[in-house]
C-alpha cells in the first residue's frame, strides 16, 4: 500500500504532510514523495518520504500505481504553480482509481464556494485523518 504526496514549487505543503502522515500512519504503508521539481521532491524526503521522484513522467507514473493521491487542488488544474503542472499529470492524476484527497489551496483569483477558510496545518490533519477513515486504520 502506498500513498502518493504531490507538490511544486518549494514542496512546503508537500513535506508538512509528509511529515504528519509519517507521525499519523503505520510504517508499512509507504508515502512517496512526488515532486514537480527537484526541490519539491528533497523537501519531502527530508520530512521522511520513502521514495522521491521528480517531474512529470515519475508523476505519471506513480499516480496510477497508487493507493491514495493528496496534495493541493491545484495539482489537478493545468499550468499552475508557475507552470510546473503539465496537462499530462492532471490527465494521470484524475485517470488513478487512487482515492484523491485536495487540499484547497487555490491559485489566485480561482474559489470554491461553501469551503470553511482554517489554517493549513488543520486543513493537512483533517485530510490524514480522511486518509486514515478511507483505509481503515
Known sequence: MNIVVLDGMGGGIGSRIVGILKE???PYIEVYGLGTNALATAAMLKKGANKG?????????NAGKADVIIGSIAM??????????TMRMVEAINA???????????PENNYIVSLEEKPLLLQIREAVALIKKELNL
Open 24 to 26: 499519523e500512519i503505520p
Open 53 to 61: 521522484a521528480t517531474g512529470e513522467n515519475a508523476i505519471v507514473v
Open 76 to 85: 489537478t488544474m493545468p499550468n499552475e504553480m508557475m507552470g510546473e503542472v
Open 96 to 106: 488513478s482509481e487512487a482515492i484523491k484527497i485536495y487540499i484547497p489551496i487555490l
